[in-house]
């Protein structure tokens, strides 16, 4: 290279970094909630199983807090079934916040199988349960929310907290059928194709207008020892 011949130029990778304006959602599993019995279903809120916490789902809801204690938070937002409140608490807690509800971030609506009886059908097998990872589709359970109507009212949700929050990033306590709904749509992929975040659990999308993309799913760091 001559002294006036200009430096090649070098292109080098960079950390991720969130188009302008974009907001993030950590999308956070509430903690593991008791376990079904036959001989005691779960109360209803609006139609919806709402079991408290397990105590592993108390100690899990700690871990998320000790985990995001230094993260800049805009908002947390709870939905309206005790599972997320009780886990959104020790973090709210520690940061001084208020959680939000936002009612259509709950999970999808499991008809009939409401109030536990959705384990324990999955659990010995049941052919409908079969039948929704082979149809990705929910309402193959009788008076089960239909996928658009679910897909529906997560994307209207989650449209409306990034509008309120530009440029930040916001914790949501959410189910786990919420989580893959997201996901999916995200992604473009199956309906059920991110069914499985576990309990505690932290996945990240992040919306810039119409455009959202995922960052993680299932991140479960904080929650092995």
Do not use: C
Request: net charge negative.
């Amino acid at each position: 290279m001559t002294r006036n011949e200009p430096a090649e130029p070098e292109y080098p990778q960079y950390r991720y970094q969130p188009p302008p304006g974009a907001t993030r959602l950590l999308l956070i599993r509430h903690g593991a909630s008791a376990a079904a019995r036959a001989s005691e279903p779960f109360p209803l809120v609006d139609g919806h199983g709402d079991p408290e916490l397990a105590p592993e789902g108390h100690d899990q809801a700690k871990r998320v807090a000790d985990r995001l204690a230094t993260a800049e938070l805009a908002a947390l937002y709870v939905t309206t079934l005790r599972r997320t409140a009780q886990t959104a608490a020790p973090l709210a807690e520690r940061l001084g916040l208020v959680p939000r509800v936002e009612p259509d971030l709950r999970e999808v609506h499991l008809g009939e199988w409401e109030g536990g009886l959705y384990r324990r059908h999955v659990a010995e097998g049941h052919p409908l349960a079969r039948r929704i990872a082979e149809e990705q589709r929910w309402d193959v359970i009788p008076g089960a929310e239909s996928n658009e109507a679910f897909a529906g009212r997560v994307h209207a949700a989650l449209a409306r907290l990034a509008a309120a929050h530009p440029g930040g990033q916001v914790a949501v306590f959410t189910h786990g059928g919420v989580i893959g709904q997201a996901l999916a749509l995200a992604s473009r992929a199956a309906p059920l194709a991110f069914i499985g975040a576990d309990n505690g659990s932290i996945s990240e999308l992040v919306v810039a207008g119409e455009r959202w993309i995922v960052r993680r799913f299932n991140d479960t760091a904080h929650l092995d020892d």
